[in-house]
């Protein structure tokens, strides 16, 4: 039997791990996100905890560094993303063992966050982290089309209304659009800056989904009013 090493990342793993991902997290897992993760100058000085069984990795967990903002102070944030454990070493402690190592090496972020799911949380409860609540969610139904469309009677609840196509001042646009925008930030809680640099990195460059950007215009006075970014 080999011995369990937990280490920092090298540049010779990547190709296994992006195997190790596909294997045991998704199928489309691939170089280019692993890069678009990792390697954009967006996200530059994060960190990548690594666990190598018999000479093979067979696990990771990094973190990527955020800006944040409360009380018009910065803060950096770092944020675990894509954790993963082959399937034939779950069981043993190996994503705890990262986790461990992972923290200790983030001394240069103010807080560590992440989004785990039900069967992950308890395992990060038992190493010090804390709940900040469920996120806000907001949402607004679009009307429908006609009265015969079988998703009518989610409407009912919200209220009816039907969809005229008559919002002319909502243009389809693009990232580039954006560059202007100026993001309002929460003055109680810890917000994400979602500036220009942050938004064409997450959905303008991102080679995991595809974004539409709608944008609303004063045209007398050439400024935007509204976007939004929805998913294709």
């Not at 993303?81 to 779950?90: A, E, L």
Request: contains cysteine.
């Amino acid at each position: 039997m080999g011995d369990l090493i937990i280490r920092n990342f090298k540049t010779d793993d990547k190709e296994q791990l992006v195997e190790v991902a596909k294997k045991n997290l998704s199928k489309e897992f691939s170089v280019k996100r692993w890069d678009w993760l990792y390697n954009s100058p967006e996200n530059e000085g994060s960190h990548i905890i690594v666990a190598e069984y018999d000479g093979q990795a067979v696990g990771s967990v990094g973190a990527i560094k955020k800006r944040f903002v409360l009380n018009g102070e910065e803060y950096i944030g770092g944020r675990h993303v894509d954790p993963v454990v082959d399937v034939s070493m779950r069981g043993k402690g190996v994503f705890t063992k990262m986790l461990k190592v992972l923290n200790e090496v983030n001394t240069d972020v103010d807080f560590i966050y992440t989004f785990p799911n039900k069967a992950s949380f308890r395992g990060f409860e038992k190493m010090g982290y804390t709940s900040a609540g469920p996120l806000p969610v907001g949402y607004c139904h679009m009307g429908f089309q006609n009265a015969g469309m079988k998703d009518k009677i989610k409407y009912f609840k919200t209220g009816f209304k039907l969809c005229l196509n008559n919002h002319t001042n909502v243009v389809k646009g693009s990232i580039e659009d954006l560059k202007d925008a100026v993001w309002k930030m929460p003055a109680d809680r810890y917000a994400l800056v979602r500036d220009y640099r942050y938004i064409s990195w997450r959905y303008g460059k991102s080679p995991i989904k595809n974004y539409d950007v709608l944008i609303c215009r004063n045209e007398k006075e050439e400024i935007l009013n509204a976007c939004v970014v929805t998913q294709k």
